[in-house]
């Protein structure tokens, strides 16, 4: 089994960080179920743990797998998926005390669905909950925000994803020095998930090997700091675009994060009001368009007049 999998929390208790929203998350679930709100929405970036909190507040619910629904509206982003829901919310469940839907992925959902989503947030069955997760919430309807419970999941922190990795290490009785362990944090950006997935690949490698995977995490990371120059320097589209050529194979959601990551630095330490409009170029994230949207962004930072 894949390590991300195999340490995935089961209980709040054993889920990292985010100590203050795992607090109120306690608080709202130790209510009488009548209590409890019937809409929850998870929001924050890829791999932070929005699934896995879903899983355990449906657990909570006393819900069973049978009626534990989970969907992604990357698959399923029209009207007729938010029907199918309406048709059948009106059945009770087949074990347990409760159905819940989860809908990962939900600002994906068409307008149409996300207005007869909103209509079934509004006439939702006592024996129905729905769990709402998201790394964009601000496509979703304010009208749908406002209908749910919203819990924020933040990235990890560097000390709180070494100390993950030690304790998956040491439950797997391996070893990795720390600057291994260093290097797959800086290229996690904080998602355990990406963390955990990296540390599978290199967990079994003899030594010699695992060299060679971390020269290659940083050669990719030099790839992006050479892009970063480039857009705060006076380097033309063409110079811009060969660098974007030798970065293909990275998933561009990491490198736009990355590129967040070395101008929040120039932010901080120089006041420079290019690094903020380079900064406004990559806001907004690339699930949706992928590659295409890394290559608008920085297509439209070249254009900022130096």
């Known amino acids: 089994m894949s390590l991300y999998l195999k340490y995935r929390p089961k209980t709040l208790k054993e889920f990292q960080g985010n100590t203050s929203m795992i607090e109120s998350l306690e608080t709202v679930l130790s209510k009488p179920i009548e209590e409890l709100p019937h809409a929850f929405l998870f929001t924050g970036n890829s791999g932070c743990g929005k699934t896995t909190l879903a899983r355990i507040v449906s657990t909570h619910l006393n819900c069973s797998d049978y009626d534990f629904k989970e969907s992604n509206s990357a698959d399923f982003t029209g009207i007729d998926f938010v029907r199918s829901i309406i048709r059948n919310m ?28 909103l209509k079934a947030l509004e006439d939702t069955p ?31 922190p560097d000390n709180q994803m070494l100390r993950l990795f030690k304790n998956v290490l040491r439950q797997e009785k391996k070893t990795l020095s720390d600057n291994i362990l260093d290097s797959i944090i800086q290229n996690s950006l904080g998602s355990p998930r990406a963390g955990l997935v990296i540390l599978d690949k290199v967990i079994d490698l003899p030594e010699d090997k ?32 060969e660098i974007l050529k030798g970065l293909s194979e990275q998933e561009p959601e990491s490198v736009r994060r990355a590129v967040l990551r070395y101008f929040s630095v120039v932010l901080l330490n ?13 806001k907004n994230n690339y699930y ?11 297509y439209e930072a070249c254009l900022i007049k130096k």
């Not at 009106?90 to 669905?113: F, N, T, Y």
């Not at 949706?288 to 920085?298: P, Q």
């Open 288 to 298: 949706d368009n992928a590659r295409a949207g890394l290559i608008l962004s920085c």
């Open 270 to 282: 120089q006041g420079s009001m290019q690094a903020f409009e380079v900064m406004e170029c990559f």
């Open 210 to 241: 695992i060299i060679k995977v971390i020269d290659e995490v940083a050669r990719q990371e030099n790839e992006t700091i050479e892009l970063c120059c480039a857009l705060i320097g006076k380097s033309n589209w063409k110079k811009v675009s």
């Open 90 to 117: 009106m059945l009770k469940p087949l074990k347990g005390g409760v159905r819940v839907w989860l809908i990962d992925e939900c600002h994906q959902l068409s307008k149409d669905a996300q207005s007869a989503l």
């Open 126 to 156: 006592a024996h129905v909950y729905f769990i709402l997760a998201t790394t964009d919430p601000q496509k979703l309807l304010k009208t749908i925000q406002n209908r749910c419970m919203t819990f924020n999941v933040q990235s990890l």
